[in-house]
């Protein structure tokens, strides 16, 4: 089964589930022009969602860093934005030039915070984050729990917008798994490969390992920011506490760990189980949370692989697999 | 010995606590050298390889490498320098391909990138026998066969310094022919080893010279047959009072 699949895709330059991916991307390329004002905004948030899950993944499923505190990059990028708006820069450029500025502010934390593990490194993410929301509150253009809006939004034709920031998240989705497709190819992505599974060991084979963190680190701050602009530009409002709340970790944790954590689809399956769930069952507050909990506790000790993990080992097919082998040399 | 030392520690010491795994170390391995290390369980050959390589900060005492003080090196720079170790019980990448294991220390600590770390990572299949089980994902492989990799991995960096530890436990004795050869091949190719291994025929066999280490220290060294022939050393593996 294994080598018969091998030998089949040893013919073809491009993994076969590529073309299935293409069609799907095609297909969302196109939502706008036939679907309904909420059907696009609904996959905005999903566009959010997928982002926060493969961000999620790349730092704990293939570099070992176990972060409760994402949230502080999906706030900080928010609040730049705020920032660079009220200095006058058009909001779109804001956004951009603000998630840059996460990445670049995320190099030092990166270098202070690495130093630990575990559970010390989940929790001093988790306290940054809450630090960060508590310095941003204290800016009076935020105005505390208040907030603000991005007035500067109302510029744009309301459609034109909705479209835009549609595309902007698909763009940002497909850019990040691409990119993340080729990272884990790479001698960086195999090093972080390395380093989750037994660091010592990577220390001995030469890798420097706190350099290699550092990349998935600034790389996974950069794309929950991207995530937190996109939130901000579909939402509007800025407010310290949803935009820096612990939810959008506990989301992230739920769709990698249901979708399956170290697997290249898992996110992607685990994002789309959660946006399915929260549409179902959304509305049942508490009780939806509760619910929402039980199942991250099942599948954690019941399938801890994940449901990719699950269909991989089952059947032996693993999409986009990335786990190389002599196939994956180029031959002159 | 003739040629000038690469590899050497002058007053190494180790302590856990109040436990002493090393006292007062030195030892010096010539350029091409086949250095043999044997002793028996606790001796602390493992612990000196775990200095050397960088994985400990020993006590008190220094390294040197190439005439360099190495002693604040961590281990991946000592890597990318040329002291490569095996561990004794494997550590391999288990959520990785065999052949991934060994790319990613050719990239690394081989300091290859692209077609040359590919040929090289293919190489060190090659000469381990394991290059019919690159695809596999490494949770697979048995334990004879993460030893292959474990030296595999360490070859794939083509070290200048290379620490093996019991690589040689658990082969058939047709698999240790095959492993003496390799390491005669090695040393040929001007490959300098220390070699800490309880199969004392295959080391005797293959090292240019012999350590014995007893409760952290060097209590005989010199050619193998003499170091083999030595009362203290008969003593420590036999115990007392045998004849």
Redesign the interface.
């Known amino acids: 089964m294994l080598t018969d699949i ?1 030998q089949r895709r040893e013919r073809l330059a491009i993994p076969g589930e590529a073309y299935a991916a293409f069609a799907i991307l095609a297909l969302l390329i196109a939502v706008p022009l036939f679907a309904g004002n909420a059907a696009v905004d609904k996959l905005t948030t999903l566009f959010v969602y997928l982002l926060l899950a493969v961000m999620w993944n790349l730092l704990a499923g293939y570099a070992g860093i176990v972060s409760v505190g994402q949230q502080a990059f999906f706030g900080l990028g928010g609040y730049f934005a705020v920032r660079l708006v009220e200095a006058g820069l058009p909001p779109y450029w804001a956004f951009f030039v603000g998630a840059l500025g996460v990445a670049i502010v995320a190099i030092p934390i990166s270098a202070a915070i690495l130093r630990l593990k575990g559970g010390e490194l989940a929790i001093a993410l988790w306290v940054l984050a809450e630090v960060l929301r508590l310095a941003v509150m204290f800016d009076p253009l935020v105005q505390g729990e208040t907030g603000i809006s991005l007035l500067a939004m109302n510029s744009f034709d309301p459609t034109f917008r909705r479209n835009l920031n549609y595309w902007l998240g698909l763009a940002a989705v497909s850019g990040m798994l691409v990119a993340a497709y080729f990272l884990l190819r790479s ?1 960086i992505g ?2 972080a ?2 380093i ?3 660091e ?10 706190m350099r290699v963190k550092q990349v998935f680190f600034v790389i996974a701050a950069f794309g929950c920011a991207i995530a937190g602009m996109i939130w901000l530009a579909n939402t509007i409002t800025y407010q310290p506490r949803t935009n820096f709340g612990i939810q959008w970790t506990v989301f992230m944790l739920f769709m990698v760990l249901v979708g399956g954590l ?1 697997t290249f689809a898992g996110p992607i399956v685990g994002a789309v189980v959660f946006f399915l769930l929260q549409e179902i069952f959304g509305n049942y507050g508490a009780w939806y949370l509760a619910g929402l909990g039980l199942i991250a506790i099942l599948f954690a000790s019941m399938l801890p692989g994940g449901i990719m993990g699950y269909v991989q080992s089952k059947t032996g097919f693993v999409p986009f697999s990335d ?5 994956n ?2 031959r ?1 | 010995m003739s040629e000038p030392a690469i590899l050497s520690c002058a007053g190494l010491r180790k302590s856990f606590g109040r436990f002493q795994a090393l006292s007062a170390v030195d030892i010096s391995v010539g350029r091409g050298e086949a250095l043999g290390v044997v002793g028996p369980n606790g001796a602390g050959k493992t612990t000196l390889f775990a200095i050397l390589a960088g994985a400990l900060r020993p006590s008190d005492g220094s390294i040197a490498f190439e005439g360099r003080d190495v002693t604040s090196m961590d281990a991946s720079q000592r890597c990318r320098y040329g002291i490569v170790r095996t561990h004794q019980i494997p550590r391999p990448f288990l959520g990785m391909t065999v052949i991934e294991n060994v790319l990613v220390a050719a990239m690394n600590g081989g300091g290859l990138s692209g077609e040359a770390a590919w040929a090289a990572a293919e190489a060190a299949l090659e000469q381990t026998e394991l290059a019919q089980h690159a695809a596999r994902p490494t949770q697979t492989l048995g334990l004879l066969d993460r030893k292959r990799l474990e030296l595999a991995r360490a070859l794939a960096m083509n070290p200048r310094v290379l620490l093996l530890d019991e690589i040689g436990g658990g082969l058939t004795e047709a698999e240790l022919e095959g492993l003496l050869e390799l390491v005669a091949r090695l040393k040929r190719s001007g490959m300098t080893i220390v070699w800490i291994e309880h199969v004392l025929h295959a080391l005797v066999a293959s090292v240019d010279r012999l350590i014995c280490m007893s409760e952290g220290r060097v209590i005989a060294e010199g050619a193998p047959a003499a170091v083999m022939a030595d009362k203290a050393v008969a003593q420590t593996y036999l115990g007392r009072g045998v004849q």
């Open positions: 091998g001698k195999l090093s490969k390395a989750r599974d037994d010592e060991a990577a220390k001995s084979i030469g890798i420097d390992a170290g786990g190389m082998t002599q196939n040399r180029k002159p």
